[in-house]
């Protein structure tokens, strides 16, 4: 059985593959993995510290600032969870999330886009919140299917897809949609411009759904501070988590 030591600060353990405390039995096959704590728990100078607390000042304030455009309110809150730190604005994301649901049926979202109808739909049930797949009726024609005019707009279709995900039994709809998406997608990524082809890319190899936020923050990231309404203070934050880890053999 191949052990492994697990190096933290002031601490030292050997564990086995399977990842249990054990005695060592090879001394001369060891590898010494060197992790980061959590960046809210990180020992940071006193200096560094304040300057990560001040860029989390400025997301609540950022968040906060939107709370009269709900699709600027949504997107920011996509973006804090899917870059893995979502956990240090519960209370934001929660207080904001209810005041949307609170006002969801007294919203007219007949000129609304289609990505931003999808991104509410996702966000909204994702957080627990009784949301019917019938807001989605009025993008098909009178024929039951999908309206040709969305094979154009690539962003509604990636918003779609990503709230399909979220379907439930019997929800025909979002099966239909998922299915009638997903060959569509395949087909426009080639043609898309960066960022966007690659973020289709992402979302088809693993839908936000299906992703642990945490873990695959980083190539979200990378995709992210390409788009031009990238918020500084969102990357200044995340960039604390992104700690290497130092792995000798």
Known sequence: ????????????????ASGCPSPLLFPSIMLTIETNTPDDEIT??????????DRKEEVRKELMAAAGDTSKQLKFIDEVQQLGVAYQFEKEIEEALQSIYDNYHVTNYMNQDLYHVSLQFRRLRQQGFNISCD????????????????????????????????????????DEALAFITTLLKSMVEHLE??????????????TRKRLERLEARPFMSVYQEE?????AFTKVCKVRFQPCAVTL
């Open 135 to 174: 807001i989605f009726n009025k993008y098909k024609g009178e024929n039951g299917s999908f309206k040709e005019s969305l094979l154009n707009d690539a962003w509604g279709l990636l918003g779609l897809y990503e709230a399909a995900h979220l379907r439930v039994w019997g929800e025909d709809l979002l």
């Open 228 to 232: 031009a309404s990238h918020s500084n």
């Open 44 to 53: 940071l100078p006193a200096r560094e510290m304040q300057q990560l607390e």
């Open 1 to 16: 059985m191949i052990q492994k030591r697990r190096s933290m600060p002031g601490k030292s353990m050997t564990i086995s």
């Open 194 to 207: 960066y960022p966007l082809a690659e973020k289709v890319t992402q979302v088809l190899y693993r839908p």
